[in-house]
C-alpha cells in the first residue's frame, strides 16, 4: 500500500512569489492534514479537508490556503511569500480524521530567499 | 488553552540503556494521544492510545497511558543507535483530529 506522497520533495522561491505544494493521501484515506514545522515553533496545524470540505483551519494568515479534490488529493497554497515561510511543509493521511491514526508524508522543504 | 509538554527535550544514551520519555497533555476533550519518531522528515507513526488502548507494545517501544494524570510515557528498551531521532507527542483537539504537537525529545543513541 503506497504510503503519503508530496511534491516537490524541495522548493525555492523568492520573497513576492507564491507556491503550491500537492499532497496525495493513502489510497481510501478521505482526510488531508497540513502542518508546517519549524525549529522555533515545531509542528503547527494549517488546515484539515474532509471530502473536499475544510473543516477545521489553523491560525495562519489568508496568504495560506489549500483545497481538495474528489480524489481526495489535497494542495496547499501560499502567495506573497514572506521569509518566515521558510519551513518543512507536513501532510497527513487518515482515514476520516478525527481520532484515527494519522500517517505523514515526506515534507517539501520551502526556502524562501 | 490546549497543551502538550514533552520531557525531556533531549537526551544521549549509550546503547543497551533504556530510555523513558514523557508527554502531559491538557485538552478540553481528550480522544487519543499518539506518539511518532521522526528521523530526517517524516514522523512515523508508532503508537495510538485511547480510553479503551491505554498500553501499547511494539518489539522494543511501549507505552503507556495515565488519563487521570494526563499523561503519557514512552520506553524504550536495548536501545540501538537506529532509535535516535525526535519523538513527538501529539494529541487531537477536536473532533475533526487537529493534532496538537508536543515539542519533541531529542534522543541520541550513541555506540
Known amino acids: 500500500k503506497a504510503g503519503v506522497t508530496q511534491t516537490p520533495r524541495y522548493l525555492i522561491k523568492t520573497r513576492g512569489q507564491q507556491v503550491t505544494l500537492s499532497c496525495s493521501p493513502i489510497?481510501?484515506?478521505?482526510?488531508v492534514s497540513w502542518y508546517q514545522q519549524t525549529p522555533g515553533q515545531g509542528l503547527q496545524f494549517l488546515f484539515e479537508y474532509f471530502s473536499e470540505t475544510q473543516r477545521n483551519k489553523g491560525n495562519f494568515p489568508g496568504r495560506f490556503s489549500g483545497r481538495q479534490f474528489s480524489n481526495s488529493r489535497s494542495e496547499m497554497n501560499v502567495s506573497t511569500l514572506e521569509l518566515g515561510d521558510s519551513a518543512l511543509y507536513l501532510c497527513?493521511?487518515?482515514?476520516?480524521?478525527?481520532?484515527?491514526?494519522?500517517?505523514f508524508g515526506q515534507g517539501t522543504r520551502l526556502t524562501v530567499v | 488553552e490546549d497543551k502538550v509538554v514533552q520531557s525531556p527535550l533531549s537526551l544521549v544514551v549509550h546503547e543497551g540503556d533504556t530510555v523513558t520519555l514523557n508527554c502531559s497533555y491538557e485538552v478540553t476533550n481528550f480522544r487519543s494521544l499518539l506518539w511518532y519518531k521522526q528521523e530526517k522528515k517524516a514522523p512515523t507513526f508508532l503508537f495510538m492510545l485511547?480510553?479503551?488502548?491505554i498500553e501499547k507494545k511494539s518489539g522494543r517501544l511501549s507505552s503507556i497511558l495515565d488519563k487521570k494524570e494526563l499523561f503519557s510515557i514512552l520506553n524504550i528498551t536495548a536501545t540501538q543507535t537506529g532509535d535516535s531521532a525526535v519523538y513527538l507527542c501529539a494529541v487531537p483537539t477536536d473532533s475533526w483530529g487537529k493534532l496538537q504537537f508536543g515539542a519533541g525529545t531529542q534522543v541520541v543513541v550513541t555506540p
Open positions: 485511547t480510553s479503551s488502548g
Open positions: 489510497s481510501g484515506h478521505r482526510s
Open positions: 497527513a493521511s487518515s482515514l476520516v480524521g478525527g481520532i484515527a491514526e494519522a500517517f
